[in-house]
């Protein structure tokens, strides 16, 4: 058994996988090697990109034939897609343990960020200069933000009730002027993009393919799958390939699936 320098957390080798023991963050059962957590990401996105498809088709007025043909191209496209992101994430774990603090200061961040864009963006004429005071207004608000997140998070996981209540009350403080920071602009732009047609199936593809990358990214996969995702995971990235280039092969996939999908528009 290895143990962290900290002492956070320690690992046990088992015959098949490792096992995390300490962090309740990080007790998930880990993939024996980066290729086979890779191999299961890319697995997984054959599913995934199947079921994500469904509505993108339904979403189509057209024949049976031209829906089949939008189906497949939209599983070839986002199957592969969320393989690579589910993969790449399961090899990332176990998360460092500063991960809950670094998302902390993100949701801490955006709401000031969010107000010196758009000032930034009104007073300033000349772009390189707005752009270089963002990018030094946006480390020192990151930096100030993480500091807080860093504390809050400490305080959490002390054992007293006084240094938890602390940590409470700077995340909830915190997030919530963010959010209240955030809200004015964030609905503006939702009275703007609610005009676009794709703004609804946009919002529907966006927290479904959500779901499904952080259920893939962290999910336990069974042993079966774990021992043969080496060369399953491949072999379902390209059927995702061959599917997109299968459908895509009829004139009229592409035009179709770009009326539906706002993914497909913004990359082609």
């Known amino acids: ?38 191999g299961e990401g890319l697995l997984y996105g054959l599913p995934s990109g199947a079921l994500l498809a469904i509505p993108i088709a339904i979403r189509l007025e057209a024949p049976l034939a031209h829906r089949l043909l939008v189906w497949l191209a939209a599983l070839g496209l986002h199957g592969a897609l969320l393989g ?9 774990r176990p998360l460092p343990s500063r991960t809950p603090a670094l998302i902390a200061a993100l949701g801490m961040a955006m709401g000031p960020l969010t107000v010196v864009a758009a000032t930034l963006h009104r007073v300033t004429h000349h772009r390189p200069l707005g752009a270089a005071t963002f990018g030094v207004v ?24 006084s240094r938890r209540l602390h940590g409470w009350v700077l995340l909830a403080l915190g997030l919530a002027a963010s959010a209240l920071l955030t809200l004015p602009y964030f609905w503006m732009y939702l009275r703007v993009a609610s005009l676009s047609p794709l703004f609804g199936g946009l919002l529907l593809d966006g927290l479904l393919g959500l779901a499904l990358g952080v259920v893939g990214g962290f999910a336990r996969f069974p042993r079966k799958l774990e021992s043969t995702s080496r060369s399953a995971g491949p072999m379902a990235l390209a059927v995702c390939l061959l599917t997109l280039a299968v459908a895509l092969r009829s004139p009229v996939t592409s035009p179709a699936l770009e009326s539906v999908s706002a993914l497909w528009a913004y990359l082609f």
């Open 138 to 161: 946006a480390l020192g608000l990151m930096l100030g933000c993480l500091a807080i997140s860093v504390r809050a998070i400490t305080s959490l996981r002390s054992s007293r009730p």
């Open 1 to 38: 058994m290895t143990t962290s320098p900290t002492g956070g957390f320690s690992v046990s080798p088992n015959p098949a996988r490792y096992r995390i023991v300490g962090m309740k963050a990080q007790r998930r059962a880990l993939p024996p090697s980066a290729a086979v957590a890779l």
């Open 84 to 92: 690579l992101v589910v993969g790449s994430l399961r090899v990332a």
